[in-house]
């Protein structure tokens, strides 16, 4: 079974950066679309950041734009996260999925990866 591979979490203080980076593990077809989401110790997981393939269009949660850029090669079922401006509340296990078409589900979700950010 196909499964995203998160890494590039750290310890980081706020207003510094951090580069997020995941890929598929083993063979599998190209990804419809990407996305990064986020889940903060006793809340719920949220989305953060997505990209389709193709026109290769992104989208923000309100919380990150301007801060937060994905980019990827969907087609190799990678993708990256640049997080500048860090702020505490982005604090979070970062998690990377994928969607093989329109009308499925986000699915072959990793295992995170943590971000922490001090104050």
């Known amino acids: 079974q196909v499964q995203m591979v998160e890494s590039g979490g750290g310890l980081v203080q706020a207003g510094g950066s951090l580069r997020l980076s995941c890929a598929a593990s083993?063979?599998?077809?190209?990804?419809?679309?990407m996305a990064w989401f986020r889940q903060a110790p006793e809340k719920d997981r949220e989305f953060v950041a997505g990209?389709?393939?193709?026109?290769?269009?992104?989208r923000y949660a309100d919380s990150v734009k301007g801060r937060f850029t994905i980019s990827g090669d969907i087609a190799r079922n990678t993708i990256n996260l640049q997080m500048n401006s860090l702020k505490p509340e982005d604090t979070a296990t970062y998690y990377c999925?994928?969607?093989?078409?329109?009308?499925?589900?986000?699915?072959?979700w990793g295992q995170g990866t943590q971000v922490t950010v001090s104050s």
């Open positions: 990209i389709t393939y193709g026109a290769g269009n992104t």
């Open positions: 083993g063979r599998t077809v190209s990804s419809y679309a």
């Open positions: 999925a994928r969607k093989v078409s329109s009308n499925t589900p986000f699915g072959s």
